[in-house]
């Protein structure tokens, strides 16, 4: 009778041993997988820390109209949607961080929760560096209205067609470069040009005039001197527009990993091209510009 007892006491400490120690088992994991996290979460604080540095940057751009309007909203759509899924990823792992785990099941989860901040932390790393070389770049190139157009025209002639590509081709560089640093990403390109025109005011009569109010589908009422300056420069813009496009078709080098391409044009009329000069003239030379913009996108 005492050896059945003894034997009985035996069984259950086994029992008791094999539901215990898968339980148990994961616990010596549990502390160095949790730091882990904390490290990677860490990680993903300083990313959303370089994230804020870059909004800050693209607000200066904007403020200095150094970016178009399209890449302006992209990029902070792009930023804010970046930062939203640092936040969940952050705010999840916060709570695998203080717990203490006990069951399998939180270990599993504790499991998946590091492998996928490891991703993710890679991926926006991935973006982090792309958001960064983009911003930092220049994406604007200034072409000045007297050299390419005609006073009184928005047309470019043919001699000056054929030699405007060497006003291009910096930006076309650039995106070449942009595009061969990350061919893992399929992209969307953007140019826009936005054109500025002076104060003069444009004689009623004259072809330009007649033109430009055609342009503007009036039949009976006169433009007054914005609406047509605007609608020049809008027209200049355009006019720089179809040339690059022409350029992009001719060189057909870039574009390797580039799914889309959008072409953007708007007239400024007389408003002032670079908020930082404030003594522009009426009939400043310096306010005759189109502002060809380029942006690329992860799409």
């Known amino acids: 009778m005492r050896h059945f007892a003894l034997l009985c006491s035996q069984l259950i400490l086994i029992v008791f041993a094999i539901l215990i120690i898968p339980s148990c088992t994961p616990q010596k994991k549990i502390a160095p997988a ?20 870059l909004e ?6 904007e403020e200095q109209n150094q970016i178009d309007d399209t890449a ?20 999840d792992n916060k709570i695998l961080i203080g717990e203490t785990i006990v069951e399998r099941k939180d270990w599993n989860r504790l499991q998946k929760a ?27 190139v200034r072409i000045d209205q007297d050299v390419v157009f005609e006073p009184g025209k928005y047309t470019v002639s043919p001699g000056v ?21 990350y061919p893992d990403f399929p992209l969307s390109l953007v140019i826009t040009a936005k054109g500025y025109a002076d104060g003069t ?14 342009r503007l589908k009036l039949q009976t009422n006169n433009p007054d001197a914005k609406e047509l300056n605007k609608e ?39 408003a002032p091209p670079d908020p930082k000069i404030k003594n522009y003239n009426m009939d400043d030379p310096r306010r005759r510009v189109v502002l060809l913009f380029w942006s690329l996108f992860p799409e």
């Open 161 to 181: 067609a054929t030699t405007i590509g060497k006003l291009f081709e910096p930006a076309a560089k650039e995106i070449d470069l942009f595009v061969n640093k």
């Open 232 to 270: 020049l420069s809008r027209a200049r813009a355009e006019a720089v527009i179809n040339l690059f496009k022409q350029f992009t078709m001719d060189r057909s080098r870039s574009g390797g990993s580039i799914r889309n391409i959008l072409y953007l044009y708007e007239g400024k009329g007389d």
């Open 114 to 140: 590091l492998s996928f901040s490891r991703q993710s932390s890679k991926k926006i790393g991935d973006k982090l560096m792309l958001l960064n070389d983009l911003i930092n770049r220049n994406m604007v």
């Open 201 to 214: 005011a444009i004689v009623e009569g004259t072809p330009l005039y007649t033109s430009l109010k055609e």
């Open 72 to 91: 302006n909203a992209r990029i902070q759509s792009f930023i804010d949607n970046t930062h939203q899924e640092i936040v969940k990823i952050i705010d």
């Open 34 to 53: 949790q730091q882990e996290l904390k490290k990677t979460t860490d990680q993903l604080q300083s990313q959303d820390a370089k994230l804020k540095e």
């Open 56 to 61: 800050a940057l693209r607000k200066k751009k």
